[in-house]
């Protein structure tokens, strides 16, 4: 599918290090997770994340988040974006989410894995993303995430 | 792309996973595997073996599609899971729900 999605590349020198950051605002349809995915991870400079984790861990925490900001936050709404800025630095990678939405409290958000719920089919999002990333941090309304990768 | 389905000589419906399951392509592999059930095959494997990454729309769709053929009096088996996708589904405890097999051929001579 034609995306249109554009891509926003900075780079900052600070103190002999260079920091990258790459931002894009992704339209409220579902469609548009694989594809955001895709063109974020391939700009993904290779450094602080193996390819292995940028393959498996980056990709999936992305998707997960992307796709949360978008059907929970912006409720699918085509005149709402959800804003993805990722900063690349030598110790880390922070992926940022946020959406329009009123945000939500990831506290009452209950395990997925207890037997009771383990045949659901939703409520697992939240779980894996904190599974993958060494950092999940919301701000207070609850609707920009921040996903720490650690370099490894 | 992403999904393609063929029958064995037992009538065994075995799906490839090309890139990635996720919230995006997840209703595809729904209603192909369901119309396959409708058309009377009972048993799956679902190959992951070229498969990037999984979400949790993917894991959940999984779990919808094994409860419907298991009401059905079929079986789902998946098979071709990497390390990573391996560790995915004992961190979510669904490697307990699904009996999974290292290659398709493992996957097909548990029937």
Redesign the interface.
Known sequence: MTTPQSLQVRRRTTGGETEIELSLDVPSDLEYVGPAVELIADELPGGPLSPRRIRFNFRTAFAEALANAIAYGNHRDPGRFVRVRVEVARDAVRLHVTDEGNGFDPRGVPDPTLPERLEREDGRGLFVLRSLVDQVAFNEKGNSVCLTLRAG | MSFNLRKDSKGVVVVGVDG?L????RQELKQKVLEALEGGARKFVIDFSRT??????G???L??LS?KIREQGGDLRLCGLNE??QT?FE????D??FAIARTPEEALAAF
């Open positions: 990635q996720i919230v995006g392509n990037g990454y999984i979400d949790s729309s894991l959940g769709v779990v919808s409860k990573d996708l995915l961190l979510t405890k669904l307990t729900l």
